[in-house]
């Protein structure tokens, strides 16, 4: 069975950083293309970026308002998908989704879920 | 980046009504079109990938279509469960985005 479970969460003043963690089951993450997604308080989904599997070539995709900023990456021997944050706004606080899309183009596992939120 | 537009934002319905809900893109996009159903504090559900295609799960009484900048997703005999917000989403190159929103509401 395929599982997703973030964890990292937390409460950042600005100007700092986070690092989220997604720890994957049921497959392998190296094997898939894996993405965030984030919702702030009461909106809509907003997609964050994708890393694409190894076979795809293990590139990421950056959504505007977090290039630069929010960095994807993956660990192998831990079957864990990463969300580096730096330099966190007010506008960054939001739930955090970690996300997989396997064998479709679309995201058809999601986790549950790490709240972040950026306050002084 | 490639804008989706739904309309509209929210509606008001009854059990066993039919529901459309329609999303527009920015550019042409050929089918790559998904939608997701968000239930109150759940994670999203594909519902329809590809434009039409039905997800693994999902009751048939949902089915999506278009292609290019018009696409649609439809609820025939609206149940209790499908009250819900729904995304539709554009994975047409790199850059992927959701619609806003519609929010299916009880009237």
């Known amino acids: 069975e395929v599982q997703l479970v973030e964890s990292g969460g937390g409460l950042v003043k600005p100007g700092g950083s986070l690092r989220l963690s997604c720890a994957a089951s049921g497959f392998t993450v190296s094997d898939a293309s894996m993405a965030w997604v984030r919702q702030p308080p009461g909106k809509g989904l907003e997609w964050l970026g994708r890393i694409r599997s190894e076979a795809e070539g293990g590139t990421t995709d950056d959504a505007a308002p977090v290039k630069g900023r929010f960095i994807i990456s993956r660990d192998a021997s831990k079957n864990t998908l990463y969300l580096q944050m730096n330099s966190l706004k007010i506008e960054d606080t939001a739930l955090y989704y970690c996300?997989?899309?396997?064998?479709?183009?679309?995201?058809?596992?999601w986790g549950q879920g790490t709240q972040v939120t950026v306050s002084s | 980046d490639i804008q989706m537009t739904q309309s509209p934002s929210s509606l008001s319905a009854s059990v066993g009504d039919r529901v459309t809900i329609t999303c527009r893109a920015s550019q042409r996009i050929g089918t790559y079109l998904n939608w997701y159903q968000q239930r109150s504090g759940k994670a999203p559900r594909l519902l329809i990938f590809a434009a039409s295609n039905l997800q693994s799960g999902v009751p048939s009484r949902f089915s999506g279509g278009g292609s290019e900048t018009d696409f649609s997703l439809t609820i025939t005999r609206l149940q209790p469960e499908d009250f819900a917000t729904y995304f539709c989403q554009q994975t047409y190159g790199d850059s992927w985005t959701f619609g806003q929103g519609t929010k299916v509401e009880v009237k």
């Open positions: 996300a997989t899309m396997l064998h479709i183009r679309g995201v058809n596992y």
